[in-house]
């Protein structure tokens, strides 16, 4: 019996086609965002506190390392280090270990574990320097598409505040309406607990799909319609989290550095949106600098709208009383309220967020594909379309082959 004939291999130049025409990174039609494992981080300071457990002298020099770093406090940009001579010999042991320059990442398992690792080590970094503006998370580059399916909206008016459609959006996926629930009945009533409210509001905005959480604080409202605007500014549940009476800023962050989580945050926060000129250009791309402002929800600097009526933020706190160090603490509030990388990021954010319910789409469903990327055509802009764009001439190039 005569064999069918075996399928030809496609030819060399066909299959660099096809490698061009791909996307550059699988795109599953995926709502959640899975939680990043060690081994996609560069040098996890998990995976590097293990290297160094197996090296006796390293061992020894982190084991001591830690012993000072739990006895000396962290001190605040204006303060002098005071470090120890054997403690900076241990320091000076780890510098050639895997422990420097290791990382976490704000979604992984084992997090604060990690952070741990991280702020142990940063003595040995800069030997006693303290320095703020070395975040401890690795910029790790994502794409993950949100699917979306705007028909479910019909139920609501035409004409309801983008805030509502965002909330309607988060109900309708499980998930986030599991997680906006958890915080909800957290902050409410009459005696809720701060920092169980802090708590699951910090799970929300590290467990939800970035979108959605963005979608849900950074909807834009008129500066007339007032409904929105106190949906908005809700959403961080002001009655709970914020603390009923404002503290000196500076305590804040004193308060904030003895936390290696919320220490971790702010430093990040720093880093993304900081401002490196008079002219304000910033030191890095908007999408970063929004991640690091929500990543602070939650913590002890949580900031949140200051009224109803516009988009600006500021912590919750006051520099009255601040002595001598009052510009030290005008600024770091003034990091919040007159920030102008976290202002346009915000701004650029709801002006998206407003074009998103005014495209004319013939299908109702589509996906919005969110980008971490210094290449600005894949930035947070960037639409599902394209990934079509690409798929249809392989679809014709196989058929002709």
């Excluded at 005008?330 to 709801?350: D, R, V, W, Y």
């Amino acid at each position: 019996m005569r064999r069918p004939p075996s399928p030809r291999p496609l030819p060399p130049v066909f299959l660099m086609l096809l490698l061009l025409l791909l996307p550059p990174s699988p795109l599953p039609l995926a709502t959640g965002d899975p939680l990043p494992t060690e081994s996609r981080l560069m040098n996890s300071c998990l995976q590097a506190r293990r290297k160094c457990q197996a090296d006796p002298t390293c061992n020894a020099a982190y084991h001591h390392l830690d012993s000072c770093t739990s006895n000396v406090s962290t001190p605040l940009p204006s303060e002098e280090p005071s470090v120890p001579e054997d403690c900076l010999e241990a320091a000076q042991q780890l510098r050639n270990s895997s422990l420097i320059g290791c990382m976490c990442h704000r979604r992984m398992k084992n997090q604060v574990a990690c952070l741990d690792i991280y702020w142990t080590v940063h003595r040995a970094r800069s030997l006693g320097n303290y320095q703020l503006d070395v975040s401890p998370y690795e910029d790790t580059v994502t794409s993950k598409p949100w699917k979306m399916n705007l028909s479910k909206l019909n139920m609501l008016k035409p004409d309801s505040d983008l805030c509502l459609k965002f909330a309607m959006l988060c109900t309708l996926n499980d998930k986030c309406d599991r997680l906006r629930k958890a915080y909800g009945e957290a902050c409410s009533g009459p005696r809720c607990q701060r920092h169980v409210c802090l708590k699951q509001l910090l799970t929300f905005f590290e467990k939800a799909a970035e979108p959605q959480a963005q979608g849900l604080l950074l909807c834009p409202c008129a500066p007339t319609d007032r409904g929105c605007g106190e949906r908005r500014r809700n959403t961080i549940a002001p009655s709970c989290a914020l603390p009923p009476a404002a503290p000196n800023c500076l305590e804040l962050r004193r308060l904030c550095f003895s936390d290696p989580l919320c220490r971790s945050r702010l430093v990040d926060f720093q880093t993304h949106c900081h401002p490196m000129d008079i002219l304000g250009t910033c030191a890095t791309e908007q999408s970063r600098c929004l991640r690091a402002y929500l990543g602070l929800i939650g913590t002890a600097m949580t900031p949140n709208f200051v009224s109803n009526v516009n988009s600006s933020v500021a912590l919750s706190c006051t520099c009255r009383g601040s002595g001598n160090l009052q510009e030290e603490c005008e600024q770091l509030e003034g990091f919040f309220s007159h920030n102008p990388c976290l202002t346009e990021a915000i701004a650029a954010k709801m002006r998206f967020h407003s074009q998103l319910f005014s495209q004319d789409w013939t299908d109702s469903t589509f996906a919005v594909v969110t980008h971490q990327n210094k290449n600005p055509a894949l930035r947070p802009q960037s639409w599902m379309p394209s990934l079509f764009s690409c798929t249809l001439p392989l679809i014709l190039l196989l058929s002709l082959w």
